[in-house]
């Protein structure tokens, strides 16, 4: 879910990945949350990749402005992790993730990033990570999201007549341009790849392609190698009008029939080979076609409501000391 998405975009890889800055800093207490206590170094590599961000995108005083205001906003969704992981330990029975399932979750982020696992270990070593802290930070994400479809998800309901309110209010917005129905099989290069690791890349790029041409499902490959966030629905992103994908797909995609797979195209920052699994012309979209898409839309706005709202009730309950000095 998108708002879920949203939440933790700040936690998942933020916190995962993130330099452990505070060696030479008197750690002390920042929040106190209930029984739970957060440290400055604790807080402070949390917060590393955003302030790396600022760091690179302002100056001078704005740059301070930024900071500050910034830390106070991470400070709160930092809090609000804390106290949703409060409540998973609550519910009956108690909301656990186990050992299995993380390690599953660990190996298909370092498979989707073209990583073999001992490579992700030096990265994780060089910005002062180790593997259970990784695993602690999937575990801890996959335990919030188990709470928000509990106290939340759950408990919203999308009405045949609020889809078809949605879709006569908004009918302007279903002018549909010329689009196409893609698959797509997308092996990514990392940012720091030399020639080398971007040459194998590619080589497995061209491997895959020989395998579908000679008959394994492109579904299938698609969901065993894909690093596309679709890899688990066989690559299936679904329709996609001009102007929305990188140019060096467009390129390709509106130029194939209905059931040819591309050649492998490159861009700067992968290699992909799509399938056309269907093609439509402009024209006012039907309800029929739009019915999931106005759905999730109409979904997403309670759910934004429906979480304000229970997350304010646990703030108001909860005991919360802030110490963050500016």
């Known amino acids: ?19 452990t800055s505070g060696a030479n800093v008197v750690d002390r207490i920042v929040a106190v949350v209930n029984d739970d206590i957060v440290t400055l170094v604790e807080f402070n590599a949390a917060f590393a990749p955003h302030l790396q961000n600022i760091m690179k995108e302002y100056e001078g005083e704005d740059r301070e402005k930024v900071i500050e205001h910034t830390r106070k ?13 409060q409540e998973a330990k609550k519910t009956v029975p108690p909301i656990v ?5 993380v390690i599953t979750v660990l190996r ?8 073999s696992m001992e490579e992700f270990l030096k990265e994780l070593a060089k910005e002062g990570n180790t593997l259970e802290m990784a695993k602690e930070e999937i575990r801890g994400q996959m335990l919030r999201m188990r709470v928000l479809n509990r106290e939340i998800k759950s408990k919203i309901l999308v009405t045949e007549e609020e889809i078809g309110e949605y879709y006569n209010k908004h009918r302007d917005q279903y002018e549909g341009k010329e689009a196409v129905h893609i698959k797509e099989i997308m092996l990514t290069v990392p940012e720091q790849a030399g020639k080398a690791a971007r040459a ?11 395998s579908i041409k000679a008959g394994e499902s492109f579904e299938e490959v698609a969901a065993k190698y894909s690093q596309g966030g679709a890899a688990k629905d066989g690559g299936d992103i679904g329709f996609v009008e001009r102007g929305i994908i990188i140019p060096e797909l467009e390129a390709v995609a509106f130029g194939l029939s209905v059931g040819e797979v591309s050649n492998v195209i490159e861009s700067e920052n992968g290699f992909y080979i799509i399938k056309i699994v269907d093609k439509r012309g402009a024209g006012i979209k039907s309800l029929e076609m739009v ?6 839309k109409i979904e997403n706005e309670k759910m934004e409501r429906k979480y304000e709202e229970w997350i304010s009730s646990v703030r108001k309950k909860s005991h919360i000391d802030i110490r963050l000095k500016e």
């Open 1 to 19: 879910m998108e708002l879920c998405k949203k939440i933790f975009l700040v936690v998942m890889w933020g916190a995962l990945l993130s330099a």
């Open 73 to 85: 906003v991470f400070m709160q969704r930092y809090i609000d992790g804390i106290l949703i992981e």
């Open 97 to 101: 993730v186990k050992d299995e399932e």
């Open 108 to 115: 298909e982020i370092v498979e989707k990033r073209n990583l």
């Open 200 to 210: 194998k890349i590619k080589e497995n790029a061209h491997n895959l392609l020989r």
């Open 291 to 296: 019915r999931q898409e106005i759905k999730a």
